[in-house]
């Protein structure tokens, strides 16, 4: 019997502390048109960009991504960090029940609630 005692937030936490964990080198296209290629740990990266890259100030102050190849308009620092860690950290975020992953905890949530084929009715 699956124990319904474990909670998915539980889950959750253990996988973005794993995901904190692991190291990403940083392919920030510096001043002089050179990926920085530093490697950082993922839970580094918002004071990595703050220190190296200027991406500072104000929770809500805009910067355009600078990674590599990345074509993205301008984001305010919070969802620069979310739009990093979706599309050039890869997170990922695997369903408890099945081996689907997805790239946002959230549509991770949904899918286990609604649409899992192996999901806790
Ligand atoms: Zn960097
Ligand atoms: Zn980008
Ligand atoms: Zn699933």
């Known amino acids: 019997m699956y124990s319904n ?5 539980d889950d959750a936490i253990l996988i973005e502390n794993g995901l904190q964990e692991k190291y990403d ?10 990926p920085c290629n530093q490697w950082v740990q993922d839970k580094d990266f918002s ?3 703050r220190m190296h890259h200027g991406v500072g100030g104000a929770p809500s102050s805009q910067h355009r991504c600078r990674w590599e190849g990345c074509r993205e308009r ?9 739009h990093l860690r979706e599309q050039h950290l890869q997170w990922r975020w695997p369903c408890p029940h099945c081996s689907q992953d997805f790239t946002r905890k959230n549509t991770m949530f949904d899918h286990r609630d609604r649409n899992c084929p192996h999901r806790v009715v």
Not at 25 to 34: F, K
Not at 74 to 82: A, G, K, M, V, Y
Request: glycine fraction near 8%; proline fraction near 0%; aromatic fraction near 12%.
């Open 5 to 9: 005692q474990w909670s998915v937030e």
């Open 25 to 34: 080198v940083c392919r920030w296209i510096d001043g002089n048109g050179m």
């Open 47 to 49: 004071n990595h960009l």
């Open 74 to 82: 301008e984001f305010n620092r919070d969802c620069l960090i979310r």
